[in-house]
């Protein structure tokens, strides 16, 4: 199946035809109108026909399956304000701190806006599909029915913010840079082209033969791209907070080391214009203060020392925005829907650490997790419990029943899904909502006896060694340490000895980076199209692999396998089957304590701040956002 869409007048931007552009320096006349008509039509008619044909057709968007959904000529895109006014300034809080501008690297707590505000890829994503990328650096983007290679033909405008050309060689010199020096998910993805070919100054061809992976090309869509001329690959893995040159539509003015970051419009930006930006990037200038302090960074927010606030906690959305802003309207709380799967909460096990190894032993410390007492007591009965890695969505395996294509793709490993979790009856444990269920007491302390420990007056200990059952729970944040206290309690009940450790952020990320804690609270963010970066999350080469997301060190056949057939699915119902039976996968090794997930996205915002009417199936976008004309001050009271 051919998932590129034909884009006519792309493909004629490839050939030796006047552009739209240069035609309107030519005095306007009957002749050259009636030529430019007669080279579209010839045009298309060859483009529809090396379509139908099977060929591949250069086109401006890419699909991971089916086709793009904007047709072509498309103005905007379908969540944002495309006559948004462009002008004022926001400010943006983050908790936590930072060290260096590179976010592309290993090493350093990164300003992260870098990607995507300064630095930009050969493709946009669509927010309004599961996997669909349409042109930004890169005009067109070709390939075939099989993906064995992709073509990108940079749009001949496009230059850095220093004014050089961005070119073919600064494309091959990223992939390059990333490969060998990157983090360890452009490493991985990068290493899989076979041969970069430079056709000439603005194409780049990426052999991809023997990848088996069609996500690839997609991938390759949304690399960054950085300037080989002023970047020096020797030192590239190395901290930095010099102001970074891209060819996005800011640069960084002003830098306060570990407090904030602005960036400011660029006036030269090449790409402004185009389709794919309009309505994005409204502010003037957008400025990002840091905070270290949850208690802090909410009363900065009351303050108005920032403009627009995400709000995760349940308790403080529901008692502590009674402030008089709000009451007169000066900050306006809304809820946006989202179509993705939920961002839930883990607690993460180590399992490269002994006492963890044991599924048994596993299972037994998530049992004794009580959703429903902490939900009620501390989050006012607002989040819903997690079950699945893609909650909420029609990729999650939680109460479905494996299909036939699902258990085809399991056979090879009769003892990688429990069967409850096969059939589609399995469900986390609900408890008694008292905070001291018997039931789920007794039940975990079987587990850990037949894990072979044993309880001694009030302690548990391995029964061969001796040696107590203890582990650490790392924390950064006040409110993460209140959570594994509650839960740090209720594993004392069965003997279990855990210690909660609250660190700063960048010894949390240093820790995390290098795998070096027992326990963690994560979440992994994931989309509608699920793809290479499952293998960083879980796949078996990205356990020993620092600064990889596979935190909880997990190894499994089956989990590779999976992975490896979601990538290489055609059809959406062998995608979602592939995704459905890698959540069984994961479910039935009890890599984490399932927590919780909010069912929408909660946002304050001080009311000179607009954003579009429609949300994106993403949820809201602070890039469509823009300053409210004549609404300058916040007033405070």
Same mark, same amino acid.
């Given at each position: 199946?051919?998932?590129?869409?034909?884009?006519?007048?792309?493909?004629?931007?490839?050939?030796?035809?006047?552009?739209?552009?240069?035609?309107?320096?030519?005095?306007?006349?009957?002749?050259?109108?009636?030529?430019?008509?007669?080279?579209?039509?010839?045009?298309?008619?060859?483009?529809?026909?090396?379509?139908?044909?099977?060929?591949?057709v250069?086109?401006?968007?890419?699909?991971m399956?089916?086709?793009?959904?904007?047709?072509?000529?498309f103005?905007?895109?379908?969540?944002?304000?495309?006559?948004?006014?462009?002008?004022?300034?926001?400010?943006?809080? /983050?908790?936590?701190?930072?060290?260096?501008?590179?976010?592309?690297?290993?090493?350093g707590?990164?300003v992260?806006?870098?990607?995507?505000?300064?630095?930009?890829?050969?493709?946009?994503?669509?927010? =309004?599909?599961?996997?669909t990328?349409?042109?930004?650096?890169?005009?067109?983007?070709?390939?075939?029915?099989?993906?064995?290679?992709?073509?990108?033909?940079?749009?001949?405008?496009a230059?850095?913010? =220093?004014?050089?050309?961005?070119t073919?060689?600064?494309?091959?010199?990223s992939?390059?840079?990333?490969?060998?020096?990157?983090?360890?998910?452009?490493?991985?993805?990068?290493?899989?082209?076979?041969?970069?070919?430079?056709?000439?100054?603005?194409?780049?061809?990426?052999?991809?033969?023997?990848?088996?992976?069609?996500?690839? +090309?997609?991938?390759?869509?949304?690399?960054?791209?950085?300037?080989?001329?002023?970047?020096?690959?020797?030192?590239?893995?190395?901290?930095t907070?010099?102001?970074?040159?891209?060819?996005?539509?800011?640069?960084?003015?002003?830098?306060?080391?570990g407090?904030?970051?602005?960036?400011?419009?660029?006036?030269?930006?090449?790409?402004?214009?185009?389709?794919?930006?309009r309505?994005?990037?409204?502010?003037?200038?957008?400025?990002?203060?840091f905070?270290?302090?949850?208690?802090?960074?909410?009363?900065a927010?009351k303050?108005?020392?920032?403009?627009v606030?995400?709000?995760?906690?349940?308790?403080?959305?529901?008692?502590?925005?009674?402030?008089?802003?709000?009451?007169?309207?000066?900050?306006?709380?809304?809820?946006?829907?989202?179509?993705?799967?939920?961002?839930?909460?883990?607690?993460?096990?180590?399992?490269?650490?002994?006492?963890?190894?044991?599924v048994?032993?596993?299972?037994?410390?998530?049992?004794?997790?009580?959703?429903?007492?902490?939900?009620?007591?501390?989050?006012?009965?607002l989040?819903?419990r997690?079950?699945?890695?893609?909650?909420d969505s029609?990729?999650?395996?939680?109460h479905?029943?494996?299909?036939?294509?699902?258990?085809?793709?399991?056979? +090879?490993?009769?003892?990688?899904?429990?069967?409850?979790?096969?059939?589609?009856?399995?469900?986390?444990?609900?408890? =008694?909502?008292?905070?001291?269920?018997?039931?789920?007491?007794?039940?975990?302390?079987?587990?850990?006896?037949?894990?072979?420990?044993?309880?001694?007056?009030?302690?548990?200990?391995?029964?061969?060694?001796?040696?107590?059952?203890?582990?650490?729970?790392?924390?950064?944040?006040? =409110?993460?340490?209140?959570?594994?206290?509650?839960?740090?309690?209720?594993?004392?009940?069965?003997?279990?000895?855990?210690?909660?450790?609250?660190?700063?952020?960048?010894?949390?990320?240093q820790?995390?980076?290098?795998?070096?804690?027992?326990?963690?609270?994560?979440?992994?963010?994931?989309?509608?199209?699920?793809?290479?970066?499952?293998?960083?999350?879980?796949?078996?080469?990205?356990?020993d692999?620092?600064?990889?997301?596979?935190?909880?060190?997990?190894?499994?056949?089956? &989990?590779?396998?999976?992975?490896?057939?979601?990538?290489?699915?055609?059809?959406?119902?062998?995608?979602v089957?592939?995704?459905?039976?890698?959540?069984?996968?994961? &479910?039935?090794?009890?890599?984490?304590?399932?927590?919780?997930?909010?069912?929408?996205?909660? /946002?304050a915002?001080?009311?000179?701040?607009?954003?579009?009417?429609?949300?994106?199936?993403?949820?809201?976008?602070?890039?469509?956002?823009?300053?409210?004309?004549?609404?300058?001050?916040?007033?405070l009271?």
């Amino acid at each position: 199946m051919i998932v590129l869409q034909s884009r006519t007048v792309d493909r004629i931007a490839l050939n030796p035809i006047p552009t739209m552009h240069a035609l309107r320096t030519v005095p306007a006349g009957y002749g050259m109108r009636a030529a430019w008509c007669a080279a579209l039509w010839f045009a298309g008619l060859a483009a529809g026909a090396a379509a139908e044909a099977g060929h591949p057709v250069a086109a401006n968007a890419i699909a991971m399956q089916g086709a793009p959904a904007l047709a072509d000529g498309f103005t905007a895109l379908p969540y944002v304000n495309p006559d948004a006014p462009k002008a004022g300034r926001i400010v943006e809080g /983050v908790l936590g701190t930072f060290d260096s501008l590179n976010p592309l690297i290993v090493l350093g707590l990164p300003v992260q806006p870098i990607r995507g505000y300064v630095v930009e890829s050969l493709m946009a994503r669509s927010y =309004d599909e599961p996997f669909t990328l349409y042109g930004l650096l890169a005009r067109t983007v070709e390939t075939d029915d099989a993906r064995s290679y992709v073509t990108f033909t940079l749009d001949p405008a496009a230059h850095f913010s =220093d004014g050089v050309p961005v070119t073919a060689a600064d494309i091959v010199f990223s992939w390059q840079l990333l490969r060998d020096h990157g983090r360890p998910n452009h490493r991985t993805y990068y290493a899989k082209v076979a041969k970069a070919e430079m056709l000439d100054a603005r194409t780049v061809r990426f052999d991809l033969s023997g990848s088996d992976d069609r996500e690839l +090309p997609l991938i390759l869509g949304l690399m960054p791209v950085l300037p080989k001329h002023a970047l020096d690959a020797a030192t590239f893995e190395n901290t930095t907070l010099a102001k970074p040159i891209g060819s996005g539509p800011y640069i960084v003015a002003g830098v306060d080391t570990g407090k904030s970051v602005s960036f400011k419009r660029d006036p030269n930006y090449w790409g402004r214009a185009l389709a794919i930006n309009r309505g994005l990037w409204n502010f003037d200038e957008v400025r990002f203060d840091f905070y270290r302090d949850e208690n802090a960074y909410f009363e900065a927010f009351k303050a108005g020392l920032y403009d627009v606030r995400s709000e995760t906690d349940p308790t403080r959305w529901q008692t502590s925005y009674d402030f008089p802003a709000v009451r007169d309207g000066r900050v306006v709380k809304e809820t946006f829907p989202t179509g993705l799967p939920k961002f839930a909460s883990d607690f993460v096990f180590n399992t490269r650490r002994p006492m963890f190894s044991d599924v048994r032993t596993r299972q037994a410390i998530a049992l004794l997790f009580d959703f429903e007492w902490i939900n009620r007591n501390f989050f006012y009965g607002l989040y819903r419990r997690s079950a699945s890695f893609f909650d909420d969505s029609e990729l999650s395996a939680y109460h479905r029943p494996a299909d036939a294509r699902e258990r085809a793709l399991l056979a +090879p490993f009769p003892d990688a899904v429990r069967a409850d979790v096969l059939d589609g009856s399995w469900s986390p444990p609900v408890s =008694d909502g008292s905070g001291r269920d018997r039931d789920t007491l007794r039940q975990a302390l079987a587990l850990l006896e037949a894990a072979g420990y044993e309880l001694k007056g009030t302690t548990l200990r391995e029964r061969a060694s001796g040696r107590p059952l203890a582990f650490e729970i790392m924390v950064t944040s006040r =409110d993460d340490e209140r959570l594994a206290l509650s839960f740090a309690s209720a594993l004392a009940r069965a003997g279990i000895s855990v210690q909660v450790r609250l660190v700063d952020a960048v010894q949390y990320e240093q820790r995390r980076s290098s795998f070096e804690f027992d326990m963690i609270e994560y979440r992994w963010e994931q989309s509608l199209s699920p793809g290479n970066e499952q293998s960083v999350y879980w796949g078996s080469a990205a356990a020993d692999q620092q600064g990889s997301r596979n935190y909880m060190g997990v190894k499994n056949a089956a &989990i590779d396998a999976m992975i490896a057939a979601l990538l290489r699915a055609r059809e959406r119902p062998d995608f979602v089957a592939a995704v459905r039976a890698l959540d069984r996968v994961l &479910i039935s090794g009890c890599y984490v304590v399932p927590l919780f997930y909010l069912p929408a996205q909660w /946002v304050a915002r001080w009311n000179f701040i607009g954003h579009p009417a429609a949300s994106s199936l993403s949820g809201y976008l602070p890039e469509t956002w823009w300053r409210q004309p004549g609404k300058t001050t916040k007033t405070l009271q």
